[in-house]
């Protein structure tokens, strides 16, 4: 069994840490054009609105950090995702989660973060070590890890983690700790094949297993297809944090998602007295 290992990200007055002794840590998705169909007509716009909107509710509803995805076809992505970037850190202090693809676009937003900030993603495809490790390196950033590579995503968990030793082997070569190495094991959809979540969750347990990183995951992927997919999506985020899980890119505004998070760090005592889960309590008391 390796030793847990720590995660800190930061923004210019924030820090966060990422361990299996602390409470979940809430990567907010919403502000994400890929995903959701309203934040891209906004963003072809120009209108900043709703990321600003997303950004405060997400991090009042829970978010520790935000996920920034600029994604819009045809735009200039390195410039729009500074803009979205800015825009985010005007109106919260939480460290951001840069999700691109694109490596100018990562390139640009990392040259503007103050903080160390995680990147969102590289995998173990050649390209991709050899052109996003050598930047997160270079700006002091942590790096969420994709279990694919050249050949695609692996069926099975054993070589799902066969991916992850890869490129936290890759990481440890350009400088980068496995402490900065956070693990997303892939959840795909449920719909498409009946064994997606048990592999994403055997995957979650070698991982750590094995090396003890921190490990993230897009955890409503599972759902795509199925109705209800709040009942889905809770459970199985409460089931990946027992697996090992600590940090699901997720949205906190579900209630069932973020109770489903709270109570299952609740069940597995890292929870002092329940003040947390007491305190959302009353939170949604008051809100209602
Ligand atoms: N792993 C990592 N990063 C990721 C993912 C992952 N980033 C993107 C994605 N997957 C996680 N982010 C989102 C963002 C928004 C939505 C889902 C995942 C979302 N979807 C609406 C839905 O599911 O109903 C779409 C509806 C709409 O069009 O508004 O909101 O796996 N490392």
Not at 182 to 197: K, Q, R, Y
Not at 208 to 214: A, I, P, S, Y
Request: charged letters at 25%; one cysteine or more.
């Amino acid at each position: 069994m390796a030793e847990n290992l720590t995660t800190i990200v930061s923004s210019a007055t924030q820090t966060v840490e990422i361990n299996r002794d602390c409470p979940t840590v809430i990567i907010g998705e919403r502000i994400n054009p890929t995903g959701r169909k309203a934040v891209l007509a906004a963003l072809k716009e120009g209108n900043f609105d709703m990321v600003r909107k997303d950004a405060v509710d997400q991090v009042a509803a829970g978010a520790a950090i935000l996920d920034v995805n600029a994604g819009v076809p045809g735009a200039d992505e390195p410039a729009l995702l500074e803009q979205v970037m800015r825009t985010v850190m005007e109106v919260t202090d939480v460290p951001l989660c840069i999700d691109t693809a694109d490596p100018a676009a990562l390139a640009a937003a990392l040259s503007i973060y103050e903080g160390k900030a995680l990147v969102n993603s590289v995998n173990g495809e050649e390209r991709s070590l050899d052109t996003v490790l050598p930047l997160v390196k270079e700006h002091g950033a942590a790096v969420i890890g994709l279990c694919m590579d050249d050949d695609g995503i692996p069926e099975t968990p054993e070589k799902r983690l066969a991916v992850a030793a890869k490129i936290i082997e890759r990481a440890g070569k350009v400088g980068i700790p496995p402490e900065d190495v956070i693990v997303d094991p892939l959840a795909l959809t449920m719909g498409a094949d009946s064994n997606a979540g048990r592999i994403a969750l055997e995957t979650i347990e070698l991982v750590v297993k094995e090396f003890g990183v921190n490990v993230t995951m897009g955890a409503s992927n599972i759902s795509f297809g199925m109705p209800d997919r709040k009942y889905i999506n809770s459970a199985f985020i409460a089931m990946a944090i027992y697996a090992g899980m600590t940090c699901p890119i997720t949205n906190p505004l579900v209630t069932e998602i973020i109770t489903a998070v709270l109570a299952a760090d609740l069940a597995m005592g890292r929870d002092d007295y329940g003040m947390r889960w007491i305190e959302a309590y009353r939170k949604r008391q008051k809100a209602a």
